[in-house]
């Protein structure tokens, strides 16, 4: 098993454009998640999934879009990047939301914002 | 207020030493509360999870306190390889995170 896999791993943007960050999932687990980690705030939820063709908002959406598919694939698309999305986006799985369903987490992606 | 506090440390301690953190939730509904440990630009992986009745995995232990909305982790003889930051998380719908502890075990 892959587990989860992120790509790519780094990536640099001008303000303004636009792109898709791939998270993939080997595991048939029903719950993904985005999320984003800045120095002295912790990893904060983007959006997530409880499966294929569900997706909600987690505590900082705004500026970012999802989708769900089919249950191994959950992209994060950044509509029009500013210089305050520069960040490490990971992406998790989990069997649900489940008590006690560890989250596995991929390598991240590191993006900078010019 | 924040849903999960923790101490950001540093805390730098000798190789054999024992070290606490702990870490406070402050949503009572909160279900399940984890330790995961996350390496200098790495993902994180999950330590350990934490029950009510407090558990053990070798070197680690891990306590809930449900009425003070408390959770710690002990580690004993502490190695090298322990140098980490400590994120604890809590399950209450979604997972949140803590702002981790960063340890650093010295030779």
């Not at chain 1, 409880?50 to 959950?74: K, L």
């Amino acid at each position: 098993n892959a587990g989860v896999t992120q790509t790519p791993k780094f990536q640099v943007l001008k303000t303004g454009q636009s792109m898709t960050l791939q998270c993939a999932q080997d595991m048939n687990h029903e719950y993904m998640s985005w999320y984003r980690q800045d120095p002295g705030m912790g990893l904060r939820l983007i959006h997530y999934s409880v499966g294929a063709g569900i997706t909600d908002q987690g505590e900082v959406p705004n500026g970012y879009n999802v989708s769900r598919s089919t249950t191994e694939d959950f992209p994060l698309r950044l509509l029009s990047a500013a210089p305050s999305q520069t960040s490490v986006y990971f992406c998790a799985s989990s069997r649900g939301r489940g008590v006690y369903n560890e989250q596995f987490f991929g390598p991240g992606t590191r993006l900078t914002v010019l | 207020r924040k849903e999960v506090e923790q101490d950001p440390g540093p805390f730098n301690v000798p190789e054999g030493a024992t070290v606490a953190f702990n870490c406070t939730y402050s949503n009572s509904a909160s279900q399940s509360f984890f330790w995961y440990r996350q390496d200098c630009r790495k993902e994180p992986k999950l330590l350990m999870s934490v029950y009510s009745s407090g558990n053990e995995d070798g070197r680690f232990t891990a306590q809930l306190n449900r009425a003070s909305q408390y959770i710690s982790l002990l580690i004993r003889d502490s190695k090298l390889s322990d140098s980490a930051t400590y994120l604890c998380v809590v399950n209450r719908v979604q997972f949140y995170f803590g702002t981790g502890t960063s340890l650093t075990v010295i030779p």
